[in-house]
């Protein structure tokens, strides 16, 4: 019987299923395979079992590493550019899964590391803990800087600290607004000792003080973060706790896809939108086909969020269209 584990990414987050596969075990459900590469595991043993390891790899490593975000994509992106490419050949496609798994299983043990999982207050506000490169090409991660550290609160008994670390351009070193960043944030695991327990970066972001939040549905912490450009697009984490101390990232962005559909034809919110994770609102200019990016003449968009499980979902929409006021 096979399940629909995680191999397959839904939505930024793994997809966990049941579902019953003939004849052949694999991490999906071999009834709806579609590619060519799902077509090839599920019609060969070994590939199968492969498939499997390479499943439970990724989950192990998935709950170990602070850099979940990053992994996430890094499997998506393997899923695309190496397993979907090298479904020709069954040869070729068993090394690109036995190369992986072992990838996934080195980044598990990483994510132990004492440089990550043993640090007190001073060596948080000293010193950057060791993250992964940005890109799989880099050998290492370029010099990296703490640009600012302190305490969140405490949650569940643990103390928890942040870092915001700063990682130069290597072609202009002088130039901050160049450096790529990187936010951390730590939990108390023993009495003064601390370990990396989410990590968001390095990235071309600008990112601000994490926040912990106290939010309807529970305890938040809130990473605010937005992407260089005239649109200062959204770029930040939400989070809520796990097991252990850790933290999981939420969606909060597939309901701007809802807001889209809701607006009238000719209307867009073409800048970032920040909600009020707390009050679950946000508030948004809308642009008319024919605005210049600096000044929105179509009115506004008053937003009501809520959550289903770990997504931010539209509630309600009322727009202000000049001096007219209308329900969605």
Known sequence: MAKLLGVLLAGGALAVAGAAAPARAASFDCARARSPAERLVCADPALS???ERLAAAYRAALAAVPWQRRLRGDQAAWLRATRDRAAGDPATLAAAYRARIAALEAETRRAADPALTALSESQIAGSCVPLPPAAEEEAAPPPCAVRESGPLGTLDGRRLHYAIYGYPDPDSPDRETLAKVATVVFAETAPGRFAARYA???DDVRCG????????????LHIPCSRDGTGMFNAESV???GEGGRWRLLDTGSW???LGRRLPRGYGAWKGIYPDYEALAAVTPLWRDGDANCCPTGGRAEIRLGWEGDRLVLRDLRLRLGAQEVPR
């Open 239 to 241: 989070l809520a706790p």
């Open 200 to 202: 968001d970066g390095p």
């Open 256 to 258: 701007t896809r809802d």
């Open 49 to 51: 079992s492969l498939d």
């Open 209 to 220: 003080a994490p926040r912990l939040l106290r939010a309807q549905r529970g305890p938040l």
